[in-house]
């Protein structure tokens, strides 16, 4: 998990998966971050005795795909309301960027993405169990892992490439400024 450690995020859900998946010694979780939430996950962690969790401060840019290309496996969490249904978190397209299977745990508008994409899989937000079980089963198919790797770097190069997005709203723009704008030059426009 890469990204703030706040109130809207629940993750103890990831602490909880981390304890059920504890004997498990080839699976170590990382959250790499800051945020409100921090201090407090790192005592309960503390306090849990897990060794299979890793946390990290918040790390430089530059750092970043270093990080990324360590990692099997992104994590993108929410708590369970309705609030986060017409939410997208951008680590979802670093992730997809990066080849990076998604497990996502938010529903909404981000679920319907994730599955357009092939990009991961997506479980209950805040189900610690669905979330140890989805990391064991992508743990186990390491082919799975990179064709939804694959099929989540295709689906973000072609629909969200930054060049191709601004040439798509300077066309958006071109065309606003050739029509006609006023009642006098839609009414030229047509009696011609």
């Not at 209950?124 to 198919?141: G, K, S």
């Not at 930054?162 to 030059?185: C, D, G, H």
Request: overall charge neutral; hydrophobic content about 40%; some cysteine.
């Amino acid at each position: 998990y890469f990204g703030t450690h706040g109130m809207a995020h629940k993750l103890e859900t990831i602490l909880e998966a981390a304890k059920l998946l504890e004997e498990e010694k080839d699976i170590v979780l990382l959250m790499i971050g800051d945020g409100a939430e921090k201090e407090r996950l790192q005592k309960q962690s503390s306090d849990m005795g897990l060794h299979n969790l890793k946390m990290l401060p918040q790390q430089e840019k530059e750092k970043m795909p270093r990080l990324w290309a360590l990692t099997d496996v992104s994590l993108v969490l929410l708590k369970k309301s309705d609030l986060f249904k017409t939410v997208i978190p951008s680590k979802i397209f670093e992730s997809m960027a990066m080849e990076c299977p998604i497990i996502l745990g938010v529903e909404g508008e981000s679920k319907e993405l994730v599955n357009a994409a092939g990009a991961g899989i997506c479980i209950e937000p805040e189900n610690a169990t669905a979330l140890a079980a989805t990391i064991l089963a992508l743990r186990n198919n390491p082919q799975q892992c990179l064709t939804i790797g694959r099929s989540a770097r295709e689906f973000v190069v072609k629909n969200y490439d930054r060049r191709k997005i601004a040439e798509r709203y300077l066309q958006v723009f071109s065309n606003l400024i050739t029509k006609p704008t006023t009642a006098s030059e839609i009414k030229s426009e047509h009696q011609h």
